[in-house]
């Protein structure tokens, strides 16, 4: 038999609950279920994801199953290296050229045969609902008909209507944000503002992370390159700063509103001109002239003015620390980054963000998002500091808190020092396009059956979570996000 008469119906059958993640006791559950049919529908707003925008702009055919739903989701990859696939046997190149990609059929087999190593995790949720419900299967994956599902998905992809731009349309997106590298010219950005065909919003977001480690190998060109896309010498600190600034207004005559950065810890003190310039110096001869404290107190000056540079043109500042970056040399060394060994560290913000938060803290229009992988910190430093500061936002659980359990306890952590109106919104962080409204319905179910957890304890009455529903997926992102 080939894999074209394979039937297409040989395993366990896959149809996701109606009321999946909605509360057991039934008197509850009624209540979630009003709930979140209140907002079931609602357009989706996605302030911070990763899906790169000429994918839009584009509009070609996605290329297959694999290189859609797979390769391209570290979330995935990282589950299944963990189990002892190859990071080569899911489809990802290494960067020196050498080495053979196995073909996407190969790739899907691959993941089907290990699906219950995604029991009960959210990846398994995402790929359930987005298989049910965009690409209509009804089995679960398993080596029986890896096969014939593969050819499915893959005819499915031929149909204009699994384009990107009517699955943009088809998944009610009202707002998606890119993450663009400072000196992008946007181009793919301003063809989509420019085509009359796409009506849907698509915004930049400036992502300049490398400008803040001076010790990282190619440091010296980032900045450099920062400088020739400003046409402004970066060969000082000042300069830099100047260059910086002339790159952000570029991005928000695009649509940006917002930054997105990710440092090692959240330090910010300043420092004076003088070491500004005497590090940045440094740091141009080469990371050998560079002591690592230098190097750590150059970033912290970093971070402090990037706050100083969002009070004066307005975007949104978004910091997410505490995270190890590509954890396994070698598999960094082999794949480059964004391959799944991106790994929690130990977060804190009250302390390392006091003097920007001194500073910047209570400046109106400045808004700064805190997210976080260190969950610990919920309670005891973002939802506190959200709840002093009109700055601070409590930033969505986020990758590996990504998930239903972590969301709930992070309504639970962060409620009560700030209610819902500091908190940010659902963000799906994501570079797999069609797992978006997966994503999204989640957090929508997991605040469904947190709300009617509340109303049911007569802590708040049901209109008020009717409302509380409807302003976390609209009023609350568009206003932290400023969309």
Not at 7 to 35: I, K, N, Q, W
Not at 251 to 261: K, M, S, V
Not at 320 to 346: I, K, M, Q
Not at 354 to 381: C, I, K, N, Q, Y
Request: include cysteine; aromatic fraction near 8%.
């Amino acid at each position: 038999m080939t894999s074209t008469d394979a039937p297409a119906d040989t395993g366990r059958p896959m149809v996701p609950h109606p009321d999946r993640l909605f509360p057991a006791d039934p008197t509850t559950r009624s209540v979630a279920r009003r709930l979140y049919d209140e907002v079931a529908e609602a357009p989706i707003l996605s302030p911070h994801g990763h899906v790169p925008a000429e994918v839009l702009a584009d509009d070609e055919p996605f290329p297959d199953p694999a290189a859609l739903l797979v390769t391209p989701d570290h979330y995935v990859l990282r589950l299944l290296h963990a189990n002892g696939v190859p990071l080569d046997a899911l489809g990802r190149a290494p960067v020196d050229g050498t080495g053979v990609v196995p073909p996407g059929r190969a790739v899907w087999r691959t993941l089907a045969e290990h699906w219950d190593d995604f029991l009960a995790t959210p990846v398994r949720a995402w790929f359930e609902t987005e298989l049910h419900d965009v690409f209509g299967l009804t089995e679960e994956p398993s080596g029986a008909n890896a096969d014939a599902q593969y050819d499915r998905l893959a005819t499915a992809l031929r149909d204009p209507g699994m384009r990107p731009r009517a699955l943009f349309d088809r998944f009610r997106i009202a707002v998606l944000a890119t993450t663009d590298d400072p000196t992008s010219d946007l181009a793919a950005h301003a063809r989509l503002a420019a085509d009359p065909a796409f009506s849907g919003r698509v915004i930049p977001t400036f992502r300049a992370d490398a400008v803040f480690e001076p010790s990282r190998p190619g440091w010296r060109d980032v900045v450099a390159r920062i400088g020739e896309a400003a046409g402004i010498d970066t060969g000082t600190h000042a300069g830099l700063l100047e260059a910086l600034r002339t790159r952000r207004r570029y991005f928000i005559e695009h649509g940006a509103t917002a930054t997105d950065t990710g440092v090692l810890d959240a330090g910010s003190a300043p420092l004076s001109p003088v070491d500004r310039e005497r590090i940045h110096a440094a740091a141009l001869r080469g990371p050998t002239a560079l002591t690592p404290d230098d190097a750590a107190a150059y970033r912290h000056d970093m971070l402090y003015r990037w706050a100083e540079m969002s009070c004066e043109d307005g975007l949104v500042m978004q910091l997410h620390a505490g995270v190890h970056r590509n954890h396994h040399r070698p598999s960094f060394e082999r794949y480059g980054s964004d391959a799944g060994h991106d790994l929690p560290a130990v977060g804190g913000f009250t302390a390392p963000l006091r003097p920007l938060l001194e500073a910047f803290g209570t400046v109106p229009g400045f808004h700064l998002v805190l997210f976080t992988v260190d969950e610990t910190v919920f309670s005891r430093e973002v939802g506190p500091l959200a709840g002093f500061y009109p700055a601070v936002y409590a930033g969505a659980p986020w990758w590996f808190l990504d998930t239903p359990g972590a969301m709930r306890r992070f309504r639970e952590a962060v409620t009560d020092s700030a209610s819902f109106a500091k908190t940010s919104g659902f963000i799906d962080d994501t570079r797999a396009f069609c797992s978006i409204p997966a994503r999204h319905d989640t957090a929508r179910r997991v605040d469904a059956a947190y709300l009617a957890d509340l109303v049911v304890t007569h802590r708040i009455s049901e209109e008020a979570a009717v409302r509380t529903a409807h302003r976390l997926v609209s009023d609350i992102p568009r206003e932290v996000f400023k969309l």
